[in-house]
């Protein structure tokens, strides 16, 4: 993913919406990356890619560089769109896929006025329920096959709050934690990694949540309750925090607040 420098607008017009459909297609022909999912938010974007020949850093490079010059001649300005180098996380396993598509799918219903996934235009959710041909640059094979070829049962499991979501490994946890605090809130200090991870523990299993806690570098449980106590505190005053503990749920596949 990556946003638009000082959280402004990215993509300003249609145009720029359809251009970077076709700068993925140029990386697709130029570099061999795939992309499985995507989403246009209105100031940043979420792309999940398969990169078998290794040229993920060259194909966003292009993508950035030439769509960042050609929006800027459109709207008339100059200067960088983005914040700086786009940040990516390794799926590791099918789980960690299912959720993470997901995760990019529901992302439009943070914009005002979005109230379906499926009514939502830039992303590819349409493309998966067969609304629209799947364009050369991009595989749905995948992630429908996990279903079964079942469109519905694919749209069922991206739309249901309440979806059963796939356990993802804690050792994922801070590469998706990172990706989160990028995404919702990148203006804060490293603490705040630290922070989300002591939150996130109560939705994880009880294996899990020893693995975390190893992690993080505790030994014993008085030490431990003093970070948890500080970090409640935390999200208590900053309440942007409850929010990403949601999104990192998401993705991990932990235990939600609304089942």
């Not at 993705?251 to 939600?256: C, E, K, P, S």
């Amino acid at each position: 993913m990556n946003r638009g420098v000082a959280k402004q607008a990215t993509f300003r017009c249609t145009e720029d919406r359809v251009e970077f459909g076709r700068l993925l297609a140029l990386g697709h022909e130029r570099f061999g990356v795939t992309t499985h999912s995507y989403c246009l938010m209105d100031n940043h974007f979420h792309l999940v890619l398969h990169c078998p020949d290794g040229h993920l850093s060259e194909s966003m490079q292009q993508l950035g560089s030439v769509f960042t010059r050609h929006a800027n001649e459109r709207s008339g300005r100059d200067g960088p769109l983005f914040r700086g180098r786009f940040r990516s996380i390794r799926i590791t396993d099918e789980h960690q896929l299912l959720n993470t598509v997901r995760y990019v799918h529901r992302n439009a219903l943070d914009i005002p006025g979005v109230c379906a996934v499926d009514r939502y235009r830039w992303s590819s959710h349409r493309t998966y329920l067969g609304h629209r041909r799947a364009p050369t640059w991009m595989d749905t094979g995948p992630v429908l096959d996990m279903f079964g070829q079942d469109r519905q049962a694919f749209d069922d499991f991206v739309s249901n709050d309440r979806s059963a979501l796939w356990p993802v490994g804690p050792d994922a946890l801070p590469e998706i934690v990172e990706l989160v605090v990028a995404e919702r809130h990148a203006d804060v200090g490293p603490g705040v990694r630290r922070t989300l991870l002591l939150l996130v523990l109560e939705r994880l299993s009880d294996g899990d949540r020893c693995r975390v806690i190893r992690m993080l570098g505790f030994e014993d449980e008085v030490p431990l309750q003093r970070a948890l106590r500080r970090a409640a505190r935390r999200a208590a005053a900053e309440p942007w925090l409850a929010d990403a503990v949601e999104h990192v749920t998401r993705l991990a596949g932990g235990r939600q607040s609304c089942v």
